[in-house]
């Protein structure tokens, strides 16, 4: 286990150590590169002024020299698309194993969690919850089942009873009187004034003693 703990940080750092050292090839093979166009370049200029000076030999030299130029910087761009592909497949060797690695980090955490929440644990934890509420449920039941002398009162009874009450009151409510009926006030159409009605006289005292008095003859 120790291995294996101790093994990826070291795989790890040899990987960055590898594209570290390709990547420094690389600039070193570029540096070569440069310098090799320069020289080829210089040869081409000695080439034409002996061509100027009628040196027919010595820009013939001037050339092959060119030529094995090339050469290497041909073989030069080799070596670098080489160590370029081997850079690329390396980054993506490091890339495929970093991501196993999390892949099994990962599985490994969901091991350990299913051993912590074994499926035997799960069932029994149910069953001890099922049994908890039921009996709670018994005793909610029988702490509301009525004790004494509520436990000797008839439901059908009590509901009987309570019906002859609703029939009593439907029955006052019926024998009641009918509420005066709101005054609605009358239109009168425009234009019209409505007569104002005729005030009533009060009877004086007098004329309530000889309305008692014709009373008295008429008998």
Do not use: W
């Amino acid at each position: 286990m120790f291995t294996r703990i101790f093994g990826k940080p070291k795989q790890e750092t040899n990987a960055l150590a590898t594209l570290e050292k390709l990547n420094e090839t690389l600039e070193m093979l570029e540096k070569k590169e440069k310098v090799l166009l320069k020289k080829a370049a210089a040869e081409v200029e000695k080439a034409k002024e002996f061509t100027r000076a009628k040196n027919k030999r010595a820009a013939i030299q001037c050339l092959k020299r060119k030529r094995l130029y090339e050469q290497q910087i041909e073989q030069l761009g080799n070596f670098q698309l080489r160590i370029h592909d081997q850079m690329i497949l390396l980054e993506g060797a490091k890339a495929t194993t970093e991501t196993v690695d999390a892949l099994r980090t990962g599985a490994a955490a969901m091991k350990a969690m299913q051993k912590a929440t074994n499926i035997d644990d799960v069932d029994k934890t149910m069953d001890e919850i099922n049994e908890q509420t039921e009996n709670m449920k018994q005793i909610q039941e029988a702490l509301s089942t009525p004790i004494g002398a509520a436990a000797d009162f008839d439901e059908d009874e009590l509901e009987a009873e309570l019906e002859e009450l609703e029939g009593a009151e439907l029955e006052e409510q019926l024998l009641q009187p009918a509420t005066t009926a709101p005054i609605v006030p009358m239109q009168v159409p425009a234009g019209r004034v409505p007569a104002r009605p005729t005030p009533q006289k009060k009877n004086t005292a007098e004329e309530d003693e000889l309305a008692a008095l014709q009373a008295e003859m008429a008998l």
